[in-house]
């Protein structure tokens, strides 16, 4: 998120995806503090999906008598 808001905002190029995230993603825009916003956003996003996919995971797991 960081870094494809920065390209668009230096080059242009990604714009039109940044556009996009920005509607899921508040303050996400092709600007620095934006990007910064955009990274925070990516990373909350990253880690609330990463600990639910670890969560399901340790339950297949339990359920099938691996541990």
Same mark, same amino acid.
């Given at each position: 998120? +960081?870094i494809l808001g920065l390209v668009s905002h230096y080059t %242009? +190029?990604? *714009?039109?995806?940044?556009? +996009?995230?920005?509607?899921?993603?508040?303050?996400?825009?092709?600007?620095?503090?934006?990007?910064?916003?955009?990274?925070?956003?990516?990373?909350?996003?990253?880690?609330?999906? %990463?600990? *639910?996919?670890?969560?399901?995971?340790?339950?297949?797991?339990?359920?099938?008598?691996?541990?």
């Open positions: 998120m +960081l %242009g +190029l990604g *714009a039109k995806i940044v556009s +996009l995230l920005s509607n899921l993603y508040l303050g996400y825009q092709s600007t620095f503090l934006g990007s910064l916003f955009g990274a925070i956003w990516g990373f909350v996003d990253a880690l609330i999906l %990463g600990v *639910a996919a670890a969560w399901i995971y340790n339950r297949f797991i339990e359920a099938r008598g691996i541990r």
